[in-house]
């Protein structure tokens, strides 16, 4: 996260303060309109002192302090905020700048305060539309002019041109950058600083579950490493869970006095516990040697296990738990411990569920009970419904009409299965490819294109939802194959009800269970089944169906044989009477041809 930019103050005349700004873009600095404030800003003290709109402003800030980093600046939220009432001065133009507390600034990082450039940030411009807060134009497009009443959203571009910046108009942005920093040093209000995002990792806390932190406290020796042999030191059991915001370890006598290991004499025990995103940091690596009472991992066995191959989680882990892991994985890679650089290869973003337009959430009350849902339809249902409804990686709207589509699906599988079970019963599990009527061809091309994208949208791409609407086509190709055909083919149908089932199973895992034993084989399990292979032979048809256009316009269509090359259609199309009518006394200057879809001629 690291980044260049200038840090420099605003001078605050009424607390005889200042107040300091980090900003990359310091060639935007004429068009500062207001001044954001973190919730946590320790100015925001001083700034409630006899101020009128005090209980406004703590009040917000006791809010903000209580959301989610996530929640507080995603590009996505809404941007919040309370004027303080108070002003600072901008040191480049002599403005006075409204002072405000906003939701949509961290205090970690920079320093807790942002320049509010509407023109510039679009959420700075989002923030000023809500409030009414001025825009000045800074930046505008090479040789194109920006006028504020025409413009919808800030101009975030990395080129332009500067305007309304004082000795600064007219030069381009990045040679504005270095010479109003080059001011600001000369004019001693500002320094040139690199930053970084990377914060200090607190690890300590005041709960029970976690690891001990292995510290002994000597009124002697002071703070003392628990001796290696001594480790680990184990959670004490004799706990009481309601000291408040005291640790839980901190109740236990026989566990906080100890004795020292250098002097010998009484000492105290560190009753505050890890943060179990240290655990979690490598805690996967090892279940590659779970057993081992002497080191945390065996090298060879982690080595072949390792890196882990899928990462599934939520995006607060991308910030958090991945950047650990990686931290974790270069110290062990550097201690010899592992020889790869990276804990994991792949990460996929699961998306959050929505309903009535909110987050789903406890606090929000709007938590559907999955027990409701279970009893209802049962738990395969509520699977299906969420595989169904959305991609992974997006945002799920819950809907009840939605679940109880998801039921209706199963069902209908459960009844094809039963309409074929006098032909199952026969237990034909090979059959001739090759002595096929079009009703068979038909449904064997279907399975094996479905069996083909299924196991490509589950095994690359994680479109559960996709691949579950593949096999509703092939549940409604089963049914119009029972309408076609007069004598079922045993063989094929074994085939295509089997693996139906088994490509359903990861899904539907009991109603397919109970499917496979009652229609299949009573003596095994579904899920002990190899995954259905596809033959590449069946997808192959005999003919297509290809259209005829003349100048682009289509004329008419043709059934053709889908193996038929390029002068082949070319004869078939201009055989064709309707198409000869078209043409008339016209030239044919060119023909494209497209292989089972199309024949153009363009005729002048």
């Known amino acids: 996260g690291r980044s260049e930019g200038l840090e420099f103050s605003f001078e605050i005349p009424a607390l005889n303060d200042t107040v300091a700004v980090y900003t990359t873009r310091p060639d935007t600095a004429y068009g500062v309109t207001f001044m954001a404030l973190a919730a946590e800003h320790p100015l925001i003290k001083k700034i409630c002192e006899n101020n009128p709109k005090a209980d406004e402003i703590n009040t917000f800030c006791e809010r903000v302090r209580n959301q989610s980093e996530i929640e507080r600046t995603s590009s996505e939220s809404e941007k919040e905020g309370v004027f303080t009432g108070v002003y600072c001065i901008n040191p480049f133009t002599g403005r006075k700048v409204e002072i405000w507390v906003t939701n949509y600034v961290l205090y970690d990082y920079g320093t807790g305060a942002v320049m509010g450039v509407p023109t510039g940030d679009q959420r700075d411009w989002m923030f000023a539309d809500k409030y009414g807060i001025e825009k000045i134009v800074t930046i505008c497009p090479v040789g194109k002019e920006l006028k504020l009443e025409e413009m919808t959203c800030a101009y975030e571009e990395k080129e332009g041109m500067l305007v309304n910046s004082g000795e600064f108009t007219g030069m381009e942005m990045h040679k504005a950058m270095s010479a109003i920093m080059d001011k600001a040093e000369a004019e001693g209000f500002g320094k040139r600083r690199v930053n970084y995002r990377l914060r200090d990792w607190l690890i300590s806390r005041q709960r029970y579950w976690g690891a001990p932190i292995p510290i002994i406290y000597c009124p002697h020796c002071g703070e003392v490493l628990v001796p290696e042999d001594q480790l680990p030191v184990r959670l004490p059991e004799d706990v009481s869970f309601t000291a408040g915001a005291k640790s839980p370890l901190a109740t236990s006598e026989e566990f906080v006095h100890c004795k020292c290991p250098k002097c010998g004499a009484d000492a105290t025990r560190e009753t505050d516990t890890m943060d179990t995103f240290l655990c979690s940091s490598w805690y996967y690596l090892r279940y590659t040697d779970a057993h081992n009472d002497k080191m945390p991992f065996d090298k060879e066995l982690n080595n072949y296990w390792g890196p882990v191959d899928q990462y599934i989680g939520g995006i607060e882990h991308a910030i958090l738990h991945l950047l650990y892991s990686r931290f ?34 406890k606090s929000l009350g709007n938590v559907v009970s999955p027990e409701e849902i279970l009893s209802k339809y049962g738990a395969d249902t509520a699977r299906l419904f969420i ?48 002595n096929l009527n079009e009703a068979d061809k038909d449904l064997r091309r279907v399975l094996h294109s479905s069996i083909k994208k299924v196991t490509n949208d589950i095994e690359t791409r994680f479109n559960f939802n996709t691949a579950i609407s593949t096999m509703m086509e092939l549940v409604n190709a089963l049914y119009a194959y029972k309408e076609a055909a007069k004598e079922p083919n045993a063989g094929l149908i074994y ?40 033959d590449e032979e069946a997808l192959k048809v005999d003919n297509v169906e290809i259209v005829l256009q003349v100048n682009g316009k289509v004329r008419g269509r043709l059934t053709v044989p889908a193996e038929a090359t390029k002068e082949e259609l070319e004869k078939i199309a201009m055989a064709d009477a309707n198409v000869q009518a078209h043409i008339g006394d016209a030239t044919v200057r060119k023909v494209i041809c497209v292989p089972g879809r199309l024949v153009n001629i363009v005729a002048k």
């Open 328 to 361: 974790f994985v270069k110290v062990l890679r550097d201690a010899g411990l592992v020889d790869y650089d990276e804990p994991f290869s792949n990460l996929l973003t699961q998306g959050m569920v929505i309903k009535d337009g909110a987050k789903m959430s």
């Open 495 to 534: 085939e295509a009800i089997s693996d139906l089932i088994k490509m359903m199973s990861p899904f539907v895992p009991h109603i397919t269970e109970e499917l496979w034993r009652g229609a299949i084989d009573a003596n095994s399990s579904v899920h002990e089944q190899s995954w259905p292979e596809c």
């Open 387 to 434: 595989l169904f409804a959305a991609p992974p990686e997006r945002e799920l709207e819950w809907s009840d009409q939605g679940v109880e589509g998801s039921f209706r699906f199963l069902n209908r599988i459960w009844r094809i299965v039963q309409a074929f079970e006098a032909v199952l019963a026969q237990k034909v599990t090979e059959y001739d490819h090759s």
